[in-house]
């Protein structure tokens, strides 16, 4: 029973925190120069998402530290998912202070060096893929915030579980492409990666123990 206490009443905060990061959103997207749209999944997906996730996250941490840590890197996953699929863009003013927040709590992990060395790993293996995916498609395959959403991801998660989770975003990215192309009827077009790889992280966050 407390556990569903805890799973309701973060839900609730959760609710709260999904409209405060549209509105941050917002804000950040003109700051960008850009005209955010009012379409109800971008008005209303933010608080929605962050609502269910908390549900799930509070009553799978209870009242820990580990879950007020969580969702704040939750928060940061529904920002980049939204705000990338709205503006194909994942904002350097989100990313670098989550990988900073990242960073220091990696340091807490045991190896405390595994996170900083996985965010390494995972950001030059995501360079070297839009550098050889530009260089082969004459296109951005990849662009540089998926680079520092991978720097993030290794930073959060640590070796295996970041395998995991950007095996999970490819994937989810990988069968959403194929509908896409199956709805057309065209190979041409571009999905954005960024909301796929902050879900399969979203996904191996929650699993973690």
Known sequence: MNQVLVAIGWGLVGAGAGWFIRWGSVKLARLEGLEPGFRPWQVWGPPVLTA??????????????????RSVFVLVL????????????????????????????????????????????????????AFVGAAIFKAEALGFGDVKLAVFIGLLLGFLPTVQALFDGVLLAGLV?????????????????????????????????
């Open 78 to 129: 529904v920002q980049v998912i939204f705000f990338d699929f709205e503006h194909r863009l994942i904002l350097d003013r989100v990313m670098f202070p989550a990988m900073a927040v990242a960073a220091i709590a990696s340091l807490f992990r045991n190896p405390w060096w595994e996170g900083l060395a996985t965010g390494l790993g995972a950001g030059l293996l995501f360079a070297l893929l």
């Open 52 to 69: 269910l996730l908390f549900v799930a996250f509070g009553y799978a941490f209870g009242a820990t530290p580990a879950l007020l840590l």
């Open 177 to 209: 492409s194929i509908g896409v192309i199956v709805w057309k009827r065209s190979l041409k077009g571009t999905i954005a990666y960024g909301p796929y790889l902050a879900a399969g992280t979203a996904i191996v966050l929650f699993q973690m123990r």
